[in-house]
């Protein structure tokens, strides 16, 4: 399970929450909030004036029988029911507005710290929940930021100008009813608290499932393959119960807390009308003051209502909005030092000096690797499963950060120059190839998008794709969707190679860049490689050992730490591990 991102210097209050979304994300759309504040204003009033109405309406109209008083009223009345629908639409789109870019600017933020985060990061926090938080839960953050302007501010000023009229009818009615109210209070806070527990279960439920959808969706064959779908559609269904049961809870909550207040808000109405009773049999209250009264009292149960969920969803959104920065107040492992100058790569010599690396679990890497490598030679990485190859080559852009020691790069140390610059002097061919939902042009060009078309076809043929992409319906326009399925394993690594010879960078890392592929497929890919690496620092990975035998040297790593090195035929001369390696794959070529 991914581990949950709570910085412990940071502790996420309400009120610490809300000021920061005030502070960081509101203030910005001030104008808009105050249009939206205006017309919430308007539609306070207007509902205000339309219960007070009510008054002349009984008392100088219809009792009376003054026809052009009642018709008077009336078409006021209307007029106010228009006034409130624009005000009403002006108010909704503002508000609309103003959460929408909320949300965008936190994806923003979150998507671009994300990126910064080092491969451990990626690691302890699985794509799935990330997109979760990306999505389903700023999603509650908007409606939350939304209802607090709707009921928060709306409803508020409702209420207040639904009590003045209360108070312009009768002020002991009114001072009545402001002693029952408060009683609402109670279940308000209690409801609220439990809402924010079980919101959050529910969204970090909902984030689990996510990543599980995400990766059966992401190895689809593998399951039909093995015949798992059954298996799978069992652990889904064991993550859906866990979003229904925690959804259901929330539910429960909110379905308590409304018919809570309600039945308060009933016994309040049944106290004031025994009391107004008495008091129209005495003579001391008019029946259109009292019908004004109540006519404000029923308008203020959807108000009070809307303050009573709002504290709901309010929780909710407060728990989504602690969930999203969390992601963005990550610390970030991979920075530029203070005084970072940019890399410049004049030959490409690279320096491994005591490097050592250890992972946050407390897995040793790495222990103690010193390795030169001279400008333009090929040195390949072998070893047992585990020997922390990929690990080594995963040092050298910084995708981790050294434990111990330093990496040098024509003698410019690599945590001392910008992450920027580094990595724009290495290209990368992985056996996990990247390809984009996007043209073939396009996941060439991905190093390097301003590229002409003309050379993105010369990569093309260098990397013996060339031929394979004319072929195709659209040729270099040809969308290859989702990771690559119209393309063949060796047509995706070719489209890896043009992209690494497009980049034209001086250092070259191929981790298991022939792995995957048939022995046709690896034919071509290693020709395309060869040209690859051509005049470039190359550092490689293989499984395969008869794919590296031409590198100038050969580094055979063990348990993390380096235990040969030399040629193919010095280490074979050594009859040390390389020689064993060697053997074990003839005999197996062979059988």
Do not use: C
């Amino acid at each position: 399970m991914a581990k949950t991102l709570r910085p412990k210097s940071h502790i996420y209050t309400s009120g610490g929450m809300l000021g920061r979304l005030g502070k960081h994300y509101m203030w910005s759309h001030k104008a808009d909030l105050l249009w939206a504040g205006f017309a919430m204003l308007v539609i306070a009033v207007a509902l205000a004036m339309q219960a007070h109405l009510i008054q002349p309406l009984f008392d100088n109209g219809l009792i009376s029988g003054r026809i052009g008083v009642i018709n008077t009223v009336i078409f006021a009345i209307v007029g106010l029911t228009v006034i409130r629908g624009v005000a009403a639409y002006y108010q909704l789109y503002f508000m609309e507005s103003v959460g929408q870019r909320i949300v965008a600017k936190l994806q923003e933020d979150m998507y671009t710290r994300t990126l910064g985060q080092s491969l451990a990061f990626f690691a302890d926090h699985p794509s799935g929940t990330l997109t979760s938080r990306f999505i389903s839960d700023l999603q509650r953050l908007k409606y939350a930021v939304t209802q607090i302007f709707n009921s928060g501010l709306k409803d508020t000023a409702t209420i207040i100008g639904l009590f003045a009229n209360m108070l312009l009818q009768d002020v002991r009615l009114t001072l009545l009813t402001l002693l029952i109210i408060p009683l609402t209070v109670i279940p308000i806070r209690r409801f609220g608290r439990l809402t924010r527990k079980y919101s959050r279960v529910n969204q970090e439920s909902t984030a689990h499932m996510t990543h599980h959808l995400a990766q059966t969706l992401t190895h689809i064959r593998q399951v039909q393959s093995y015949t798992q779908e059954k298996s799978e559609t069992r652990r889904m269904s064991a993550r859906i119960t866990e979003v229904l049961d925690s959804t259901l809870r929330a539910v429960r909550i909110r379905a308590m807390s409304s018919p809570s207040v309600e039945f308060i808000g009933t016994v309040v109405i049944a106290a004031i009308m025994l009391y107004a009773g008495q008091r129209i049999a005495q003579g001391t209250l008019t029946t259109g003051s009292f019908a004004s009264f109540m006519a404000s009292l029923v308008m203020l149960s959807r108000p009070l209502k809307g303050i009573t969920n709002l504290n709901n969803n309010l929780q909710e959104g407060l728990a989504a909005a602690q969930r999203a920065f969390e992601v963005i107040d990550a610390p970030l492992t991979l920075t530029d030092q203070p005084g970072a100058t940019a890399l410049q790569v004049k030959k490409g010599q690279i320096h491994f000096n005591a490097v050592n690396l250890t992972y946050a679990d407390g897995t040793h890497a790495l222990t103690d690797i010193n390795l030169t490598i001279p400008a333009g030679h090929t040195v390949a990485f072998v070893g047992p499963s585990g020997a922390g190859k990929s690990s080594l080559l995963n040092l050298l852009p910084r995708f981790y950060n050294l434990s111990h020691g330093h990496i040098s790069i024509d003698g410019h140390d690599t945590s001392k120059v910008t992450l920027k610059s580094l990595r724009s002097h290495i290209a990368l061919v992985t056996q996990d190839v990247a390809i984009f939902d996007d043209t073939i042009a396009a996941n060439i060009a991905y190093a390097n998008p301003r590229a002409s078309q003309a050379a993105i076809e010369a990569a093309a043929r260098a990397a013996a794709a060339h031929s394979f992409i004319t072929a195709m319906p659209e040729g270099y326009h040809t969308l290859l969707g989702e990771n690559g399925l119209k393309l063949s394993g060796g047509q995706k690594q070719r489209i890896s190679i043009a992209r690494a010879i497009l980049k034209n960078a001086p250092i070259l890392l191929l981790d298991e860049a022939t792995a995957a592929l048939d022995t046709a497929s690896e034919k071509d890919v290693q020709t395309a490689l060869h040209k690859l690496s051509e005049n470039r620092t190359t550092l490689i990975v293989a499984h395969r050992l008869s794919t590296i035998a031409h590198a100038h040297t050969i580094v055979v790593l063990d348990g993390g730490k380096i235990v040969e090195q030399g040629t193919h035929a010095q280490l074979l001369k050594k009859r040390g591990l390389y020689h064993k390696l060697w053997s074990m794959q003839a005999r197996a070529d062979d059988a």
